[in-house]
DNA sequence: TTAAGTGTTGCTCT
DNA sequence: AAGAGCAACACTTA
């Protein structure tokens, strides 16, 4: 379920559980997760290791080695972090299992094989050589520097929200999300949207997303903790207009990809 | 049983 | 050249 928000909650996790205790040992269950090394490489690097310190760019979740440089986790379409205790088995379609010396563990889940770990010499050349654009969080990222990402662009504001080398976190669900609360129709050019528009459309944003964290994206519950005027809950097509307007949620395709929005608020 | 899916890359066509 | 469309990756669920 990974998006900015909920990378963000498996950043908590592995700092809340697994952060600055020895590594004991690492075991790679799938070598295929591993993105340019080999798991002898990896295993050696992580083993007698700690993870010292988090930070996440987008999807994306790097964690400083208190030797040896990064640790990169991203977790494609199905992937999770997951703590668990010392006698728990292990979640399925566990990955990577890192073994602590204290006894508990830490999970990389991914069912569908999509996501990739790796390491890294150091983090803001690895954000640099996979082409990211700013965090969508970043607080220097404000709503003038989306106007300016914006403006010169043909394509759909959706696949510029969605472009992660214009900005890096937001994916199919939040896009839809902030497009749905900013009452922007998915298809509008980004160049049309004004700087007041953009002003609305980043402020809109930064609260779907902070407000996704806070209600623990990535985490069984967050669906039913979402505000019911969300349209993440309703994501149907002809449910009625979470909003209230008497509309009805439809689909469209954008870039492969189902986008479901409301006709009648969000207009073009 | 078929299709679709919260991601990314790489290719083709315009 | 920018952008759209599509397949591929692997596997589950509706």
Known sequence: MPELPDVELY????????????????????????????????????????LEATRRHGKHLLVRLARDGWLTLHFGMSGEAVAYGADDPAPRFTRIRFDFAAGA??????????????????????????????????????AA?????????????????????????????????????????PRTPAQNIDQPKARRLHQTMREVLEKAIERGAGSEQFVERLPATWLLPH????????????????TLKSGGRTTYFCPSCQRA
């Open 145 to 185: 520097a989306l106007h300016r990402l914006l403006s010169g662009r043909r394509k759909d504001v959706k696949a510029v929200l969605m472009d992660q080398g214009a900005l890096a976190g937001i994916g199919n669900i939040f896009a839809d999300e902030i497009l749905f609360q900013a009452r922007l129709h």
């Open 105 to 142: 563990h830490l999970a990389y889940i991914s069912r569908r094989m999509l996501g990739r770990v790796g390491l890294a010499d150091d983090a803001e050349s690895f954000i640099a050589a996979h082409g990211l654009g700013p965090d969508a969080l970043d607080p220097g990222f404000d």
């Open 235 to 250: 994501r149907r097509k002809d449910a009625p207009c979470p909003a209230g307007c008497g509309g009805t949620v439809a």
């Open 11 to 50: 950043r908590r996790r592995i700092d809340a559980a697994a952060l600055q205790r020895d590594i004991a040992d690492v075991e790679v269950l799938d070598a295929r997760i591993l993105d340019g090394v080999a798991p002898d490489r990896f295993r050696r690097v992580l083993r007698g290791n700690r």
